[in-house]
C-alpha cells in the first residue's frame, strides 16, 4: 500500500540553528503534500500545503520565511524551521494522498518531533 | 465557517461497544474520514464514507448521514490498544481537509 517516509523522526537542536525534515512518497505521485504540526494534547493543525514545482500555500498565521517549504519533485516535499526558537518545539506530521485513486485517504508519516533547547 | 463537533472525551470498559459521534457543517462535502492516533504517533486511516449508510471494517464501523451532517465510528470488542484519539475529517468542495479536534477514548479493564 501507499507509504509516506519522514526523516528524522526525532530532532534536538540548539535556538537559533535550522532543521530540515523530509517527507517521501515511496510508491506512488504526490503533486501535493500536507504539513500539520501538533503541539501536545491539541489537534493537528495544517501549517501548510505543498505543490509540486510550485510555491507552497500557507495558513493564516504560518510564517512562510520562518518555515520554508520546498516540493521538488513528486515523490519529495521538505520543511525547514528556519531560526529555531523552543516555542516551534512540536510535533511535525507529513501527509500525501495516492492521486490514482479517488478521494483516497491522506497517508501519513510518523511524524518529526522537534526539541529546541 | 466551516465545523466539526466531536466529543473531547470518552471512557469504555474493555470488551464493550462505544460510539464516537462527529458533525459537521462544512462548505460542500466529498467524504468523511475516520483516522486513529496513539499518543505520541502519526495518525492512521481507518473509514472513508462519502455515500449514507454503514461501512463495517472488522471490529470497526463507520455510518454516515449527509442530510443530517452526522457521522459515527463504532467500535466493537475492545480492546485496551484501542485507546487513541479518534480524529474525524471532512473534506470540503476544495477537497481541503477539515479535522475535528479528535476524541479521545479511554479503555478500563
Known amino acids: 500500500g501507499a507509504v509516506v517516509s519522514q526523516h528524522p523522526s526525532w530532532v534536538i537542536c540548539k535556538s537559533g540553528t535550522s532543521v530540515k525534515i523530509e517527507c517521501r512518497s515511496l510508491?506512488?505521485?504526490?503533486?501535493?503534500m500536507f504539513w500539520y504540526r501538533q503541539f501536545p494534547k491539541q489537534s493537528l493543525m495544517l501549517m501548510a500545503t505543498?505543490?509540486?514545482?510550485?510555491?507552497?500555500?500557507?495558513e493564516q498565521g504560518v510564517e512562510k520565511d520562518k518555515f520554508l517549504i520546498n516540493h521538488a519533485s513528486l515523490t519529495l516535499s521538505t520543511l525547514t524551521v528556519t531560526s529555531a526558537h523552543p516555542e516551534d518545539s512540536s510535533f511535525y506530521i507529513c501527509?500525501?494522498?495516492?492521486?490514482?485513486?479517488?478521494?483516497?485517504?491522506?497517508?501519513f508519516g510518523n511524524g518529526t518531533r522537534l526539541t529546541v533547547t | 465557517g466551516q465545523n466539526i463537533d466531536q466529543p473531547t472525551e470518552m471512557t469504555a470498559t474493555e470488551g464493550a461497544i462505544v460510539q464516537i459521534n462527529c458533525t459537521y457543517q462544512?462548505?460542500?462535502?466529498?467524504?468523511l474520514f475516520w483516522y486513529q492516533q496513539h499518543a505520541g504517533e502519526a495518525p492512521t486511516f481507518l473509514s472513508y464514507?462519502?455515500l449514507d449508510g454503514l461501512e463495517e471494517k472488522g471490529r470497526f464501523s463507520s455510518f454516515l448521514s449527509r442530510s443530517k451532517g452526522y457521522s459515527y465510528l463504532l467500535l466493537k470488542e475492545l480492546q485496551m490498544k484501542d485507546s487513541a484519539s479518534y480524529l474525524c475529517?471532512?473534506?470540503?468542495?476544495?477537497?481541503?481537509?477539515?479535522w475535528g479536534a479528535g476524541t479521545k477514548l479511554i479503555i478500563k479493564p
Open positions: 501527509s500525501a494522498r495516492d492521486l490514482r485513486t479517488d478521494n483516497s485517504p491522506l497517508h
Open positions: 510508491d506512488f505521485q504526490a503533486t501535493t
Open positions: 505543498s505543490n509540486e514545482g510550485s510555491k507552497a500555500t500557507y
Open positions: 462544512t462548505s460542500g462535502f466529498n467524504g
Open positions: 464514507n462519502v
Open positions: 475529517a471532512v473534506l470540503d468542495s476544495n477537497y481541503q481537509l477539515i
